[in-house]
């Protein structure tokens, strides 16, 4: 375990969370690894990204404090787990979710803001997710923050879990720095 995935755990622990739940991807693999060795938080690993945020949200509700760390794919998927549950019932969610495809759209000089034409979601070059991660976002009225690619996801975390709790709502942090 590197030194950095034992600071996120630590400050995972620190806060409270008391489980991390979701679907493994490559770049939280060194964490959820990390975590699988330790019994706080305690590691749920789910089938699908909704699940995850379904379950999160029983547990909110039960009195736990949970995470959720998804990649951007699976976030996709999950509206209705998070709109229909987490969203509605005002948990304060704080999750991860991990960049796939956004190092390849920021060289091509691409961004959230790009307009998504049917030629460029089709372009195989482009990793289309990149391009609809923030703005779904946006569209389900998550707060997010970046955790850029040369940033510090120790700090960024500590921020999205305040984030959550305050506003008592689910807070997203869009991950692009490597956790190991």
């Given at each position: 375990m590197?030194?950095?995935?034992?600071a996120?755990v630590t400050?995972?622990?620190?806060?409270g969370v008391?489980?991390?739940v979701?679907v493994?991807?490559?770049?939280s693999?060194?964490?959820?690894d990390a975590?699988?060795?330790?019994t706080?938080?305690?590691?749920?690993?789910?089938?699908?990204e909704g699940?995850?945020?379904?379950?999160?949200s029983g547990l909110?509700?039960?009195?736990a404090?949970?995470f959720?760390?998804?990649?951007?794919t699976?976030?996709l998927?999950?509206?209705?787990?998070?709109?229909g549950?987490a969203?509605r019932?005002g948990?304060?969610?704080?999750?991860?979710v991990t960049?796939r495809g956004?190092a390849?759209?920021?060289a091509?000089?691409?961004?959230?803001?790009?307009p998504?034409?049917p030629e460029?979601?089709?372009?195989p070059d482009?990793d289309?997710?990149?391009l609809?991660?923030e703005?779904?976002?946006?569209a389900w009225?998550?707060p997010?923050?970046?955790?850029?690619?040369?940033?510090?996801?120790?700090?960024?975390?500590?921020r999205?879990?305040e984030v959550?709790?305050?506003?008592q709502h689910p807070?997203?942090?869009?991950?692009?720095?490597?956790?190991?």
């Amino acid at each position: 375990m590197t030194s950095r995935t034992q600071a996120v755990v630590t400050t995972l622990a620190d806060a409270g969370v008391t489980h991390v739940v979701g679907v493994p991807d490559n770049t939280s693999a060194p964490l959820f690894d990390a975590l699988s060795r330790d019994t706080v938080p305690r590691l749920v690993v789910t089938t699908r990204e909704g699940e995850a945020f379904a379950l999160a949200s029983g547990l909110w509700l039960g009195g736990a404090s949970p995470f959720v760390l998804v990649q951007n794919t699976g976030f996709l998927e999950s509206g209705d787990g998070l709109r229909g549950t987490a969203t509605r019932m005002g948990a304060a969610l704080p999750f991860i979710v991990t960049a796939r495809g956004y190092a390849k759209m920021l060289a091509l000089g691409l961004g959230p803001d790009t307009p998504r034409t049917p030629e460029l979601l089709t372009r195989p070059d482009v990793d289309s997710v990149a391009l609809m991660t923030e703005p779904t976002l946006k569209a389900w009225g998550i707060p997010y923050r970046i955790c850029a690619a040369d940033g510090d996801p120790v700090a960024a975390i500590a921020r999205v879990l305040e984030v959550a709790r305050a506003l008592q709502h689910p807070s997203a942090l869009l991950l692009l720095a490597e956790l190991a």
